[in-house]
C-alpha cells in the first residue's frame, strides 16, 4: 500500500471514531435534558467531528505531543464542541448584569454554523503551507555558540533579577506588592511598566533554557525524579518572577514552555505524563483564581472548608464552571456578541479594522505616542453595553474576544470564517517548524513558545498575541538570537546537542 493510500486509511480512520465520539456525547445529551432538543447541536456536533479527527490523530499517537495541529485539535474539541454543551447542560453563561437573550441556544447554533466554515477554511489553509523545504541542502541550522551563549545567558539572566527587585522596591516590598494584585486601586501602579516586566520576568524561563542546554550533555539531570524537582523549582520561580501579579496565562504558558524544552531538547513526554501534569496545572488554575480576587487571604480561604470555598466562589466568581467555559472558552461571550449585532435596533458601528491598527501601536513606546489609542475594549463595551457606554476610568468591559469575536467587531459575524485564513497559515507554518528543525537546532528552545502561541491566537484579541510574543518571548528570543551561529545543513556536522562545534 502506498504512502498515499495509508494517508487516506488514517484519515477515514479518525473521521469514523471522531464522528461516534461526538456522536456517543450528543446522545447523553438529549437523554438527559430537553434543552438539547434543539436545532443549535447539529452544527455543534459537526464541528466537533471536524476539529475531532485532527484530536483523534493526536491521541492515537499519528500527530506528534507538541504538533500545533494536535494542540488545536484538542483543545479545539473543548472550544468548539465541548463548551457550548456544557454551557447549556450547567444553564451557565455571562453575568447577570448582561441583558439575556430570550434563548441562547440559537445564537449558540448561529456562532457554530460560523465557526464550522471557519474550521473548513483552517484546514484547507493550514495544508496549503508546505511541510518540507524543497531542497534540505538549502536549510539553515542554528546552533548555540557555547561560550556566547554563556555570556549572553548570564547577563540577561543578572538584568534579570536585578530588574525584578527594583519592582519588589518599587511596591515596599513583596508583601506590599501582593496586596497591589487584589486592591483594584492599587493596580494603576502597574500601569506603563510593560518594558520593566519584560526584561524582569523572564529569569524563569532563561533559566530553564540553561538547564535544557546543559542537561542535553549529562544523563543523570535526564531522570523524570531530577526532572520534576527542577519544573517546582521553575514554578516557584515563574511565581516570584511575575506569577505574584496575578496572571494565571502567563504562568500557564511558561510552564507550558518549560515542558516543551524538555520534550524536545532533554526526553519526549508522554501522554500518561501530560494526564498526570494537567490534573495538577487545573487545581493550580483553580486556586489561583482566587489569589487573583483575593491575594493570599484568598487562597487561605478557598483550603478551608467546603461551605467558605463555596461562598467565596459565589462572591468572586472563581467557580471550576467559570474556569472550564471562561478561561479554555469563548461560547457565551460569541453567541452574546452575536444576538447584539443581529438585532434590528442595534446602534453598534463596527470598527473597520481600528482595532487591529491600535494592537499594533502597542509596541510603540511612549515617547513617540503618548496617547495611544484604545484597544479592543472601546468596541466590545458599546457593542454588549450601547453606544457611549465606553468610559474609561469608570466602565469598560474587560472580555476577551478571540480571534473571532475582534472580527465581528471589526466587520459583523459573516466574515468570521475569513479570520481563519492567518489562523490556518500560522498553524501550518509551526507545523512545518516542528518537521524541520533538527534535534540540534537552537530554535527548538523557541518552538513550544511558537506552539503555544496557535492557541493564544484562537482565544485572544491581537493586541494581547503581540503583549504575549513580546512580553513573554522578547527577551529570551533576543538571548537565543545572539548566541547561535547559522550553518548551512549540508555544511554541519552530526551533533548530539545544540552546541557549535566551532567555539
Not at 476539529?51 to 472550544?79: A, C, E, K, S
Not at 534579570?160 to 506590599?176: D, E, N, P, R, T
Not at 520534550?263 to 494537567?278: D, M, S, V, Y
Not at 460569541?334 to 470598527?351: I, Q, V, W
Request: glycine share 8%; aromatic share 16%.
Amino acid at each position: 500500500m502506498n504512502q498515499k493510500s495509508v494517508y487516506s486509511k488514517i484519515y477515514v480512520d479518525s473521521i469514523i471514531v471522531s464522528f461516534f465520539i461526538c456522536c456517543l456525547i450528543v446522545l447523553w445529551c438529549l437523554q438527559t435534558s430537553e434543552q438539547f432538543q434543539h436545532w443549535f447541536l447539529i452544527p455543534v456536533t459537526l464541528s466537533g467531528i471536524l476539529i475531532g479527527i485532527d484530536t483523534v490523530n493526536w491521541f492515537r499517537g499519528r500527530l506528534g505531543i507538541f504538533d500545533p495541529v494536535g494542540i488545536i485539535g484538542v483543545l479545539g474539541f473543548h472550544f468548539f464542541f465541548l463548551a457550548p454543551i456544557l454551557h447549556v447542560n450547567w444553564d451557565s453563561w455571562l453575568e447577570p448584569w448582561f441583558s439575556y437573550p430570550p434563548d441562547w441556544r440559537p445564537w449558540l447554533g448561529g456562532m457554530a454554523i460560523l465557526n464550522l466554515l471557519g474550521l473548513l477554511v483552517y484546514g484547507f489553509c493550514r495544508n496549503l503551507v508546505p511541510k518540507k523545504p524543497k531542497k534540505q541542502s538549502g536549510q539553515t541550522l542554528w546552533l548555540i555558540d557555547h561560550k556566547r551563549f554563556v555570556r549572553m545567558i548570564s547577563f540577561a539572566m543578572m538584568l534579570s533579577a536585578v530588574l525584578q527587585i527594583m519592582v519588589y522596591q518599587k511596591f515596599g516590598g513583596i508583601m506590599s506588592y501582593i496586596a497591589s494584585v487584589s486592591d483594584s486601586e492599587e493596580l494603576t501602579k502597574f500601569e506603563g511598566m510593560g518594558v520593566m516586566f519584560l526584561f524582569s520576568e523572564s529569569f524563569p524561563i532563561l533559566a530553564m533554557m540553561s538547564f535544557a542546554v546543559y542537561a542535553q550533555r549529562h544523563k543523570r539531570l535526564q531522570t523524570w525524579p531530577v526532572l520534576i524537582v527542577v519544573l517546582l523549582l521553575f514554578l516557584i520561580l515563574q511565581m516570584f518572577f511575575g506569577g505574584l501579579r496575578g496572571s494565571r496565562s502567563n504562568t500557564l504558558w511558561a510552564l507550558f514552555w518549560a515542558a516543551g524544552m524538555i520534550h524536545f531538547l532533554i526526553r519526549p513526554i508522554t501522554k500518561k505524563e501530560i494526564a498526570i501534569g494537567l490534573v495538577f496545572i487545573f487545581l493550580f488554575m483553580y486556586l489561583y483564581g482566587f489569589y487573583k480576587s483575593g491575594g493570599l487571604d484568598g487562597v487561605k480561604t478557598a483550603l478551608e472548608a467546603q461551605e467558605t470555598r463555596t461562598e467565596l466562589e459565589n462572591k468572586s466568581g472563581r467557580t471550576w464552571q467559570s474556569l472550564v467555559l471562561g478561561d479554555l472558552g469563548r461560547s457565551d461571550v460569541h453567541a452574546y456578541m452575536l444576538y447584539k449585532l443581529m438585532l434590528p435596533d442595534s446602534d453598534y458601528k463596527y470598527a473597520w479594522g481600528r482595532t487591529y491598527i491600535a494592537a499594533t501601536t502597542s509596541l510603540l513606546p511612549g515617547g513617540i505616542l503618548p496617547e495611544k489609542p484604545p484597544q479592543v475594549s472601546q468596541e466590545g463595551t458599546e457593542l454588549l453595553f450601547g453606544r457611549g457606554s465606553y468610559k474609561p476610568g469608570e466602565w469598560v468591559a474587560s472580555k476577551v474576544y478571540g480571534i473571532t469575536g475582534e472580527a465581528m467587531l471589526n466587520f459583523g459575524p459573516f466574515v468570521v470564517p475569513l479570520a481563519f485564513i492567518p489562523f490556518g497559515i500560522l498553524v501550518g507554518w509551526i507545523q512545518r517548524c516542528l518537521f524541520t528543525w533538527k534535534s540540534s537546532d537552537s530554535r527548538l528552545l523557541l518552538l513550544p513558545m511558537l506552539v503555544n502561541l496557535c492557541f493564544i491566537v484562537l482565544v485572544s484579541d491581537l493586541y494581547l498575541d503581540i503583549f504575549f510574543l513580546m512580553k513573554n518571548s522578547g527577551f529570551p528570543t533576543l538571548v537565543i538570537l545572539l548566541s547561535s551561529r547559522k550553518n548551512s545543513l549540508h555544511d554541519s556536522f552530526s551533533h548530539s546537542g545544540i552546541y557549535s562545534n566551532t567555539q
